[in-house]
């Protein structure tokens, strides 16, 4: 069945460091790709997606681009704030064709925390 | 920006009761989805409904679960005898499959005691 594999966490980094969380997928058919995050509290939102190899999300600074080649998805960004921390999950779900009409699998969640 | 909104945000509860946890997706969305998060674990699906039926359900959503839409805007969870085990984060979330994006509400946190 699909899976995805996250870093492990939990992620520290200080203010305006570069923020890499390795993602990686088993999936039959060709998947869409996303990060969703979590802040403190709150339910999961979309971050960014991709749905075809090459593709690449972007949003608020955060960016990710679908390796079909290397079955991965990891999320990047260039210069982190405070404001950015939260849990962050990959998830895939197969194309809405098909049987399994869009449902999300995760991956297990990396929490960040960024200070000052 | 239209929401998917959840109630209650959080149910306590006595083990052997009956919870139903409530959802309003957002209004055009088609497919709806309930997952659930134990504390320190994954986000894990447990079904999606479409066309007033479960198009999919996961090896969680036993004969306990149940889910339904009665009156086309409300769509719910039915936990018929709850465990310990069903403590959780429930979230439930809708789907207009065009973008393929799933919509989250806040969750809700269920406690069984």
């Known amino acids: 069945g699909d899976s995805v594999t996250q870093m492990e966490g939990p992620v520290t980094l200080s203010e305006e460091a570069f923020l890499t969380i390795n993602c990686t997928y088993t999936?039959?058919?060709?998947?869409?790709l996303f990060w969703y995050v979590q802040y403190p509290g709150e339910g999961l939102q979309l971050l960014l997606k991709?749905?075809?190899?090459?593709d690449k999300g972007s949003n608020k600074g955060f960016e990710a681009t679908y390796r079909k080649e290397t079955t991965s998805f990891h999320l990047e960004k260039g210069s982190v704030q405070v404001s950015d921390s939260a849990v962050y999950f990959c998830a895939l779900s197969t194309s809405a064709g098909g049987t399994s009409y869009g449902k999300l699998t995760f991956g297990q969640g990396t929490i960040l925390t960024v200070h000052p | 920006e239209p929401e998917v909104t959840q109630t209650p945000s959080h149910q306590v509860t006595q083990m052997g009761q009956e919870v139903i946890l409530r959802c309003v997706p957002i209004s055009n969305h088609l497919y709806f989805y309930w997952y659930r998060q134990i504390l320190g674990q994954k986000v894990e699906f447990l079904v999606s409904?479409?066309?007033?039926?479960?198009?999919?359900k996961s090896e969680i959503f036993d004969d306990q679960f149940s889910v339904e839409r009665p009156d086309g805007s409300n769509f719910t969870l039915k936990i018929r005898s709850t465990k310990l085990e069903d403590s959780a984060m429930y979230f439930c979330a809708s789907n207009y499959l065009a973008k393929n994006i799933q919509y989250f509400g806040a969750g809700t946190r269920l406690s069984v005691l």
């Open positions: 991709a749905t075809k190899a090459d």
């Open positions: 409904f479409y066309n007033n039926e479960i198009s999919e």
């Open positions: 999936a039959t058919g060709y998947p869409s």
